[in-house]
């Protein structure tokens, strides 16, 4: 069965750092892309990121590059997103999501239960 | 980069047929995919490609495309079907960025 496992929830102040967690298990990890989205407080979708695990490769939405990092460790097959300054805009829940491997369809099949990510001071 | 556009809200009759759709210009080129969330719940894939459903969903859902517009299509729709719907795709830039539409509220009277 293909899970997607995220860490629990964290709450920080403004300027603190976080790095939070992905874990797949039940496929391919190194095989399937993994995407990062976020939902603020009553609000909709959004993509931050894209991270192959086989290579590392990454890519950023125009609109959340160099404000957050995606990174990958394959030999616990987990992806990482990670801040070194939040502010209280970053206030959400994070999701990750696998790209499906249809050749000719885009699609996120599986998805993580979501963190929580209050910053509050 | 590229956007896409729902309708905010949109309600249906017990039994009804209801059509979301989205609109945008990478729709073009990239087919849409779908998602249901429910609230409190994460985002649950129901469309994606041509017309295709996940195993599990339940066949009254369909997925429809024209030129800049992707619909879904809820065929007697089901009180458990009220929920958030989202369209997502990938930029129409060739990257490999994708975006998601800014969701509508299905609401089943």
């Known amino acids: 069965e293909v899970q997607l496992l995220q860490s629990g929830a964290e709450v920080k102040k403004p300027g603190e750092s976080l790095k939070i967690s992905c874990q797949g298990s039940g496929y391919s990890f190194n095989n399937y892309w993994i995407a990062w989205v976020r939902q603020m407080p009553g609000k909709g979708l959004e993509w931050l990121g894209i991270i192959y695990p086989g290579d590392s490769d990454t890519r950023y939405s125009p609109s959340f590059e160099g404000q957050v990092t995606i990174s990958v460790d394959k030999s616990v097959s987990t992806t990482y997103l990670q801040w070194s300054s939040l502010t209280a805009s970053d206030t959400a829940v994070y999701y990750c999501a696998r790209r499906g491997d249809h050749s000719a369809y885009e699609y996120f099949d599986y998805w993580g239960q979501g963190t929580l990510v209050p910053v509050s001071s | 980069s590229s956007e896409l556009t729902q309708d905010p809200g949109v309600s249906v009759a017990l039994g009804q047929t209801v059509r979301i759709t989205c609109q945008g210009d990478?729709?073009?080129?990239?087919?849409a995919s779908w998602y249901q969330q429910k609230s409190g719940q994460t985002p649950l894939l129901v469309i994606y490609g041509k017309n295709n459903r996940p195993s599990g969903i339940p066949d009254r859902f369909s997925g429809s495309n024209s030129e800049n517009t992707a619909s879904l299509t809820i065929t007697g729709a089901q009180a458990e079907d009220e929920a958030d719907y989202y369209c997502?795709?990938?930029?129409?830039?060739?990257?490999?960025?994708?975006?998601f539409g800014g969701g509508t509220k299905l609401t089943v009277l």
């Open positions: 990478s729709l073009r080129i990239y087919y």
């Open positions: 997502s795709s990938r930029d129409g830039s060739n990257n490999l960025i994708w975006v």
